[in-house]
């Protein structure tokens, strides 16, 4: 009688195949951990650049949506600087008034003449500081530092002078 011949195992193959499935189960976890970093970094960097934007773009709006003659103003508000947006509601004028307190950009509509101070504004995003320029009859430039040190600019030129 014959014995059952057994196949002999090889051990090269069983630990090639075992250290190609470590490699790749390696290699799949770097690069899962690289794209989690590069995700963590892209969120934060469009994180920290949403409030200087979006401000800018926020005010650069209000500006355009109040494009009239006479409409737009620099101004104060208790020694604070402000945008001024003037609008005439049934008849009776009314101010917007924009401008930067106690770390945020602040917005506060108004019947002109009322007694205002800046502390009654609407709080629409925090910000390090916001600057207003007139450099001309028909262009404002606005500026917005964020709590990072981020700042941008940007112009905008209403079209009624």
Request: charge should be negative; include cysteine; hydrophobic fraction near 40%.
């Amino acid at each position: 009688m014959k014995s059952a011949a057994k196949p002999k195992g090889h051990m090269v193959d069983l630990l090639f195949t075992l250290a190609l499935f470590c490699v790749f189960a390696a290699s799949s976890l770097l690069v899962i951990l690289i794209g989690a970093d590069v995700y963590k970094s892209t969120a934060k960097g469009m994180n920290e650049n949403f409030n200087v934007r979006t401000s800018l773009s926020y005010v650069c709006e209000k500006v355009r949506q109040n494009d009239a003659a006479g409409a737009v103003r620099l101004d104060s508000l208790d020694s604070v600087p402000a945008l001024v947006l003037t609008q005439t509601y049934d008849g009776a004028e009314y101010e917007t008034w924009i401008y930067h307190y106690n770390g945020s950009l602040m917005e506060l509509f108004a019947q002109e003449g009322t007694e205002i101070g800046p502390s009654g504004g609407q709080q629409i995003m925090e910000i390090s500081s916001f600057t207003m320029e007139r450099l001309n009859e028909r262009l404002y430039r606005f500026s917005v530092t964020d709590e990072n040190g981020r700042t941008a600019s940007q112009m905008v030129s209403p079209r009624c002078a």
